[in-house]
């Protein structure tokens, strides 16, 4: 692993230019490989309610999101293998009941063609001179397009599998996103600490980093005691109870692109659970530096599992050898989720099992079928790392009914299962050069608070 790396200081807006030029080359390769001629991504439609006038929360489709930092419905983006600039057709509709969609800031703006459209027939009538030729990634298929051109899984593929490496864009916009997050984290612990209730918890998160509930990357989870056991708990009690730990589960979006970090706080802070926090912490650093170029996030998962059996032996949790509780799949009750995903303009982000631009996907593991990342980690890739132990009621009776019940220390558990559990996650971008840069630990460091 190369020690140095210089970080490109740019801001996003500086760097949306070489963004738009990298994404042209790739998406022009693609168009060509697939043998069409244009390409035009919807944002979405908004969706109303069943049997209601109201809509959802809008969500800009994430293919959108790759290319422009807007979250409005009926925009289309438009590449082709000749324009210099993709074009970007804004729907302009006379609307008394919302405000005016913001407008891109000029910075951004520079580098797109910016069109206005009327209504969805003039669009129709401007891409009917390119059918058969022309393919369509959208929700929905507004232009009656064959169904052929419309989010044909050869192209999807193609997209997906150029997203895994990342441009100095996207690390800006992904550092940017974890750097908004901080204050949260240190607001959401403080109120943690006062001994409010989780929804207090989550709206000391949403007041320090200034965002609506609706702009969070995925809902904040935030477990207080018991509660930290469910690995996403959403339905957030507000009732304050005698607090012992909080698993707070939040990222922010920076242009579209989340950060997703998870912080375990201990009430007490001598109590056994603030040293099982420190031991999960320290492996959890160990394991992000284990990443890099080339390597298989199999064997890195199974690198964690072997990692969280031992701080289990280290606790008198576990009576079988770390080897053993790994090998009898004993570990999955007390971790039962996957090292790690890829990170981007999905949370979940796309690609993490594809072995080819062609679609083939790299074999499920037999023993891990259900793992997220599968593939090879390639270069500007961006991972999370995020491993944990819970002590979880329905799997702990799972357990307790097997043969595999004497391998572990009951009484302990009873001691444990009040702290619900930890789970720790940090975002790393693995560098060309094989510098692997924790972009949340930066990000805690630089405000000079480490949680
Ligand atoms: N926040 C969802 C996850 O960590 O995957
Ligand atoms: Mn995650
Ligand atoms: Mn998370």
Redesign the pocket.
Known sequence: MSSSFVQNSQTPEQLYGDHIQQKLSRFRTILQSTNFDQLIIGSGSEKIQFQDDMAYPFKTNSYFREWVPLNYADYFLCIDAINEKPKLYIRCKQDIWHSAPQKLPDTYAQHLEIIQYSATEVLTKEFSKLAGRLVLINETNDFDLDTEVWNPSHVLNAIDFQRRSKTDYEHACLREASRLAVPAHLAAREAFMAGVSELEVASAYLKACHCAETEMP?AI?AGINENAAVLHHHQLNNQAVEPQSLLL?AGVQFNHYAS?I?RTHAYNSGSDFSAMISAVDRSQQDLASEAGIGKNPVHLHVQSQYAMANILKQFNILKVSAEEAVENKIINTFYPHGLS?HLGCN??DKGSRLANAQGDQTPASVKYPHLRASAPMVENQVH?V?PGLYFIPALLDKLESSQNKDSVNWEQIKHWKKYGGIRI?DNIILHANGYIENVTRAAFNSAKKIL
Request: hydrophobic share 20%.
């Open positions: 995925y989870i589960d997703d998870t995903h949370v979940h999370t995020e996650e």
